[in-house]
């Protein structure tokens, strides 16, 4: 959904730029980041809901492994570590983007693909470790509202990676429908949006004990 | 190489409006894109928002025929004590389909389809600010709505009612696929929700024309702007509750299995949470549109516009506190219920500024008793009954004794007919001459009004008495012998509802006649045929595809009304003087047109993209093949889509635009 | 404004006028046309609860009349007055202020003197402290159960745990506390003329207190939507003088005297072979091979073939007056209208009488034993049960004879 919005809002400029004198109230901010903002903000509920439920039933795991048995957290530690890096070089990428350096912005685009990949594979290890520790999706509430709540970000990321290497493959072919440092920013902000998530994720669910 | 078809949409400057055919050159796309601007396939691939905005309305009014079905069924049902018309499990599914489709199918879609056809008109834009995603909207929830109701076919609608709580939503409770159903297709649905908000938030805030500040807006516009707030912090939460109620149904998790120490309560906090501010998306754009209504036809501005926008945003603010006040019954501590009770009163105050401020506004004008006045004084009426029966229990002790029985059911529907749909059909009488550039027939509008008016009051009424003298909701049957003594026994009450119910019915019939009746040989409507206020009357009727020809600059709330009046002093004190016809305005508008405007293109990914969604939802249920084939669509629908330019390349017109000055409007 | 339109428009005013005339005049039909003697009404309170939530309640609906009478009033006047005559364009007057503020200020204080008794109120209602009996209260669908904890219960000591279903028989005068929870789905647990209704959540145990005044029958029904039954998922308390009261437990606590009647003999065997894998009847005893009782009793086990793992115990069913979620009766028409019309001295000699067979109402019961789910939807047929997890929900079809159903309900009449 949210790659369906990047090349949407040339038609405004269109629209509504035919004046010259006066100068239309907006929010200063463009359609395409007003918004990817206010889709984010929407985003925020979702996850919100999803720890709020994980929250409630962290410590209802009878029977079978909970958090102190299953969490890994030097495994989880590096992963986030990894994840937070990936906002670093999504900074890099925007920047290269603002100047207008294609080759540069492909470059850390696909270092934060490729670290982002790690993330997601480090998750995918997690939760196979889990299962074979006899802990899947069905087995408690604690699991069940683990699974969801890491498996929507988990998938949130791997949204993030398709969608950075589809910006790599079109900017080398130059088919970046309108403001190409944009579309990168755009892609950014939900980059870093994941991220920030899955710094509260990581606090609340491996940090804290239940 | 895309063949894009431009039809003149001024004939006059465009000599003779013969359509011209030009080559494009440079058009990206993984197909040619759509061209057509006549015929079904202008339809089909519009990302025009008159266009979504008819086929919101159309649709919906669809399901609002499918919804008052299912309601006439239920009544007729309740008859009469220990009736054997419907079994329980049909009754169960009557009930649940029939809240399920008003709110999601019918009130929700058809106020969109108000929002998107007037707000770009109402602010002086030519369209909002994502036009694919508009179209995607629609056909998202168009394809929601129909999976939903293939239920029927199926297996079973879903049995849950519509706030479908747990664990009685449960697989090994509710065993038919209609809850799933119900799940997913509510998740489509909620993603035409998420993306029209979207969409409308950012085309109010950045595509206002010139001059129009947030306080010089139409208050229609403003109304439709806190809704879209309300909806993209809303849906996010019964997304969650509806993944929730899936994944438990669908791939086994735990989520409700109270067995496995699951809390029941957790899936009522997460749909109350989104079911409260659902109220208020239901109903606010309802008062938007009798705030433009009441002073059309008072012939004065709206009393206390900035009141009114507050109120409005507070409504809308509050509405996130209260949502355990649907809760009061079930065990939240004293502490709990005293706050949401306190809250609940203090949502009352907006709402009642609201009344003062439309009454207000009648005081002293020169009332014209339309059919569109006549359901905005309507509405005045009945929703206060509906707002004041919700003050009754907002006292959360009166509540424990009126929750659950027909005394709730009388509450919200004088709240949601008498408020939200007596809005709507104002917003029908208003606009239509403006939509189809035809008048509707007063006469037959009369009798639509009188007769829903009757009919609702007939319906609804009785629900109060029911309800107070102990009639529960949800009731395949009720016993003779709970109905009391004396003629006018809680048995003659529901005889009353039900006979009230076909008046009702028919004051609907009276309004598709209208609409027939109208279509085949209703008058030509006038420019101005209510001396209307806001701007989108500065447009033809119907509007031509790009809106305006020239974006207006706005100076003043009720523009258009400044633009035709001036107040001029004579001895007896200044008066106010027509200076300018709708007609002038217009031709000044067709004189001063843009030379160039580019209109977004139209395009078949939206409707691809939507129409993968229920084939993943149908494999989800049926078959994961279908549900893999589904992905693949979505998928390639969604790559191709982010590869096609939202409008035609500017070489692409002719002559193109950096070439000599051009008259023509190119509308593709 | 010409003639012509002056008279349409009068016409149009007077018709809208007779509408609005038939709007107050059917909203007085309503106001004076409320059921006599519903017996769910919410504005008869019976009991202290209910009495300080009706307190509560009516002149919050006063004030409520009161400001639409005055918005339909002024509505009214302005249609009236402010109708287009031809008058001038009115000023353009966008609002006043100090007058908004005002108007918004009133409201604010009415609310603010209906949220303080409404406070009060909800807490006063929450209270437990004051606890003289307890009675725990579990809905399934699609009937309640009570279970009597060992207590002394407003002074009559109940030595042993009793479990009955379908009526709550409580002391009058006597605070008692429900514990209300659910075996299966949510159900709410609702006796409007005692108190406001309780959830009764799955996992959780919730507080209601209920208190009765007077001897009598109070109806009740549970009013979250519970599934297929939810409609025919009702309860009645019942509120019997402390003496009255004591002669119940006694009577509760005997174990089923061994049948004398013939029939009802055959019944016993019927019954166990029939019946008691699911319904409890305590003092029903294993039989040995040659006829006699063994010492030992016939326990039943619901949670083997029931999704909410529990059936009504049948050890005192005639002691109750209706059966099947208290949806049908025991007793014929006439003695259940002399029951209901009983005076509250009289109440009580007449309600422990229980079910004698000249008062018994057959029928429903014949039907109910021939073929339950015929009678109240319910999942128990063959097919549902495998869609259940291999259980039944409520009671199947049992595929009695005539003979065998003969035999039951002897044996069941018995049953006091």
Request: charge should be neutral; aromatic fraction near 12%; proline fraction near 5%.
């Given at each position: ?19 010259g004198?006066?100068?239309s ?17 929407s ?6 809901g999803l720890?709020s439920?994980?929250m409630l039933?962290r410590?209802r ?6 958090p102190?048995?299953?969490w890994?957290?030097?495994?989880t530690s ?10 670093l ?5 925007v920047?290269a ?6 080759r ?6 696909s270092?934060t693909?490729?670290?982002g990949?790690?993330f ?5 290890y ?11 999706f ?11 709540l890491t498996?929507?970000?988990g ?15 079109i ?12 579309v990168?920013e ?9 991220d ?15 | ?8 949409t ?24 759509p ?14 928002h ?9 649709a919906a ?18 008859a009469?004590p ?7 499990s049909?009754?169960?599914q009557l009930?649940t389909m ?14 969109t ?9 109402q ?18 929830f168009?394809?929601?709505?129909i999976?939903?109701?293939t ?12 706030f479908m ?32 908000a ?35 912090f809303?849906i ?16 086994g ?9 699951a ?6 906090h997460?749909?109350?949470i989104f ?29 206390g516009?900035?009141?009114?926008v ?5 409504i ?23 706050v ?5 009163m203090?949502?009352?105050?907006p ?5 003062v ?25 009945e ?8 003050v ?13 029985t ?13 408020g939200?749909?007596?809005g ?9 001459p ?12 009369k009798?639509?009004?009188?007769l ?18 102990g009639q ?13 003594e ?16 076909y ?15 109208t ?11 209510w ?16 809106n ?18 001036e107040?001029v ?9 027509k200076v ?19 209109m977004p ?8 993209v ?16 279908l549900a893999?084939?589904?992905?693949a ?10 590869l096609?330019?939202?409008v ?21 | ?11 149009r ?16 039909v ?25 307190n509560?309640?009516?002149?919050v ?7 639409f ?6 509505v009214?006047f302005?249609v009236?007055?402010y ?19 005002v ?21 006063s209602?929450a ?20 279970e009597?904890p060992?207590q ?18 409580l ?5 008692v ?6 075996n ?14 309780r ?41 019997l003088?402390?003496?009255d ?10 174990l ?5 009647d013939a029939?009802a ?6 019954f166990?072979?029939q ?47 209706t ?7 025991l ?12 005076s ?8 422990l ?8 109402n ?10 339950a789910p ?16 291999g ?15 003969d035999?039951?309900?002897a ?5 006091k």
């Amino acid at each position: 959904m949210s790659e369906a919005t990047l090349a949407e809002s040339h038609a405004v400029a269109h629209a509504a730029d035919a004046h010259g004198a006066h100068v239309s109230p907006t929010t200063g901010l463009s359609n395409n980041k007003l918004a990817m903002w206010l889709f984010l903000g929407s985003e925020c509920l979702l996850f919100g809901g999803l720890i709020s439920t994980y929250m409630l039933y962290r410590g209802r795991h009878t029977g079978s492994p909970g958090p102190a048995q299953l969490w890994d957290i030097p495994l989880t530690s590096v992963s986030s570590f990894v994840l937070l890096m990936s906002s670093l070089t999504m900074v890099l990428a925007v920047s290269a983007a603002q100047e207008r350096d294609d080759r540069l912005t492909c470059i850390w685009l696909s270092v934060t693909a490729l670290l982002g990949s790690t993330f997601v594979g480090a998750q995918v290890y997690e939760f196979t470790s889990f299962y074979h520790e006899g802990v899947g999706f069905t087995t408690s509430l604690f699991s069940s509202s683990f699974f969801t709540l890491t498996g929507f970000h988990g998938i949130h990321v791997t949204v993030g990676i398709i969608m950075l290497m589809s910006l790599v493959g079109i900017i080398s072919r130059s088919k970046v429908p309108g403001d190409k440092a944009e579309v990168v920013e755009l892609i950014g902000l939900y980059w870093h949006f994941v991220d920030i998530v899955w710094i509260v994720i990581f606090t609340l669910v491996y940090l804290i004990p239940a | 190489m895309a063949i894009i078809e431009r039809p003149s949409t001024v004939p006059a400057l465009a000599g003779g409006g013969a359509p011209q055919f030009v080559t494009p050159s440079s058009s990206y796309g993984v197909f040619r894109r759509p061209v057509s601007s006549t015929g079904w396939r202008s339809w089909l691939f519009t990302v025009d928002h008159k266009k979504l905005g008819l086929m919101y309305g159309g649709a919906a009014m669809f399901f609002f025929l499918v919804g008052g079905v299912e309601a006439l069924l239920i009544r007729t049902q309740l008859a009469a004590p220990d009736n054997t018309l419907l079994s329980a499990s049909l009754y169960n599914q009557l009930f649940t389909m029939h809240a399920t489709t008003m709110i999601f199918l019918f009130v929700m879609p058809v106020t969109t389809g108000f929002a998107n056809y007037l707000v770009p008109l109402q602010i002086g834009a030519r369209d909002v600010a994502f036009p694919r995603l508009n179209a995607f909207g629609f056909w998202c929830f168009l394809f929601g709505g129909i999976f939903l109701n293939t239920s029927w076919f199926l297996g079973g609608a879903a049995d849950g009612g519509w706030f479908m709580y747990q664990p009685n939503a449960n697989a090994l409770f509710s065993p038919s696929h209609g809850v799933d159903f119900w799940s997913l297709g509510l998740q489509i649905t909620g993603i035409a929700s998420l993306t029209g908000a979207l969409n409308l938030i950012v085309t109010i805030l950045n595509m206002r024309a010139p001059g129009m500040t947030l306080m010089k807006m139409p208050i229609f516009t403003w109304m439709v702007l806190v809704v879209q707030f309300l909806l993209v912090f809303a849906i996010p939460v019964i997304t969650v509750a509806l993944f929730l109620l899936m994944f438990q149904r669908v791939f086994g998790a735990q989520f409700f299995n109270v067995d496995a120490g699951a809390d029941p309560l957790l899936w009522q906090h997460l749909f109350w949470i989104f079911g409260h501010p659902e109220v208020y998306i239901l109903i606010l754009p309802s008062f938007g549109i009798v705030s433009e209504v009441l002073p059309v036809f008072s012939r004065k501005p709206l009393f206390g516009y900035k009141f009114v926008v507050f109120s409005g945003a507070a409504i809308g603010f509050i509405g996130w506190g209260v949502w355990a006040h649907h809760m009061f019954a079930s065990g939240l501590g004293p502490v709990s219920v005293a706050v949401f009770s306190v809250s609940t009163m203090l949502i009352a105050i907006p709402t009642g500024v609201k009344i003062v401020n439309w009454t207000l506004t009648m005081w002293g004008g020169k009332l014209r008793f339309t059919t569109a006045m006549l359901f905005a004084i309507g509405l005045i009426v009945e929703f206060t009954i509906g707002g004041l029966s919700g003050v009754t229990h907002s006292v959360s002790p009166s509540d424990t004794q009126q929750t659950d029985t027909y005394y709730i059911v009388a509450h919200f529907h004088y709240v949601l007919f008498g408020g939200a749909v007596f809005g709507i059909f104002a917003g029908f009488y208003y606009w239509w001459p403006k939509v189809f550039g035809k008048m509707l027939s007063e006469t037959l509008g009369k009798w639509n009004f009188w007769l829903m008016v009757i009919g609702m009051n007939l319906t609804f009424g009785p629900m109060h008495i029911l309800g107070l003298q102990g009639q529960p909701r949800r009731m395949v049957v009720y016993p003779e012998k709970l109905t009391g003594e004396g003629f006018f026994n809680l048995h003659f009450w529901n005889t009353v509802a039900s006979v009230g119910s076909y008046i009702l019915a028919t004051g609907i019939l009276m309004f598709l006649i209208n609409v027939l009746h109208t279509a085949r040989k209703g008058a030509k409507a006038p420019l101005d045929p209510w001396d209307a206020r806001s701007l989108e009357w500065l447009t033809a009727s119907p509007p031509k595809a790009h809106n305006f020809d020239v974006i207006p600059h706005v100076h003043a709330l009720d523009e258009y009304f400044h633009l035709k009046y001036e107040e001029v002093d004579t001895d007896a004190g200044p008066r106010l003087v027509k200076v300018k016809t709708a007609e002038e305005l217009l031709a000044e508008q067709e004189a001063n047109a843009d030379e160039h405007i580019h209109m977004p293109s139209p395009s078949y990914w939206p409707m691809i993209v939507a129409i993968a969604l229920p084939i993943i939802a149908y494999g989800i249920i049926f078959s994961k093949v279908l549900a893999v084939a589904g992905g693949a669509i979505l998928l390639l629908g969604m790559f191709a889509w982010s590869l096609e330019p939202s409008v035609a390349d500017d070489s692409d017109y002719d002559p193109p635009q950096g070439g000599a000055p051009s008259k023509e409007l190119a509308s593709v | 404004m010409s003639g012509v339109e002056q008279r349409v428009s009068t016409v149009r005013f007077v018709k809208q006028r007779s509408g609005i005339v038939l709007a107050i005049v059917a909203a007085a039909v309503m106001l004076g046309g409320c059921a006599r003697n519903a017996p769910q009404d919410t504005f008869q309170p019976a009991g202290e609860n209910a009495r300080r939530i009706n307190n509560l309640q009516l002149p919050v609906f006063i004030i409520a009349g009161v400001v639409f009478a005055i918005v339909l009033g002024m509505v009214l006047f302005i249609v009236v007055r402010y109708r287009d005559r031809g008058q001038e364009m009115p000023k353009q007057t966008h609002g006043k202020p100090a007058l908004e503020i005002v108007l918004t200020i009133i409201p604010a204080i009415i609310l603010i003197g209906v949220g303080i008794p409404t406070v009060s109120t909800v807490f006063s209602l929450a209270k437990t402290s004051d606890t003289q009996c307890v009675i725990n209260v579990t809905g399934q669908q699609w009937w309640w159960e009570y279970e009597y904890p060992v207590q002394t219960c407003g002074g009559v000591n109940i030595a042993e745990p009793i479990v009955t279903s379908g009526e709550l028989v409580l002391p009058t005068k006597v605070h008692v506390l429900l514990r209300i929870t659910s075996n299966d789905v949510i159900h709410s647990y609702w006796i409007p003329k005692l108190n406001g209704k309780r959830d009764a959540v799955p996992g959780r145990i919730h507080p209601l207190r209920m208190e009765a005044d007077q001897p009598g029958i109070y109806a009740g029904q549970c009013t979250e939507f519970c599934g297929l039954s939810h409609a025919r998922m009702r309860m009645d308390a019942v509120g019997l003088y402390t003496a009255d009261f004591a002669t119940w437990v006694a009577n509760q606590l005997q174990l089923a005297p061994k049948p004398t009647d013939a029939m009802a003999l055959r019944g016993e065997d019927t019954f166990r072979t029939q019946c008691s894998r699911c319904h409890q009847v305590n003092g029903l005893m294993e039989e040995n091979a040659d006829g006699t009782n063994s010492d030992k009793p016939v326990i039943s086990f619901p949670d083997l073939y029931v999704v909410a793992g529990n059936a009504p115990n049948l050890t005192n069913l005639m002691t109750r007056t209706t059966f099947a979620g208290a949806t049908w009766d025991l007793l014929n028409d006439q003695c259940r209208k002399a029951l209901h019309d009983a005076s509250p001295d009289k109440f009580g000699a007449l309600y422990l009488k229980g079910v004698t067979p000249d008062c018994f109402n057959e029928a429903d019961l014949r039907e109910w034993i021939r073929n339950a789910p015929a009678k109240k939807p319910m999942y128990s047929s063959e097919a549902q049960k495998a869609q259940n997890g291999g259980k039944y929900r409520g009671m199947p079809n049992l595929n009695l004879t005539d003979n065998q159903i003969d035999e039951i309900i002897a044996y069941l009449l018995e049953r006091k």
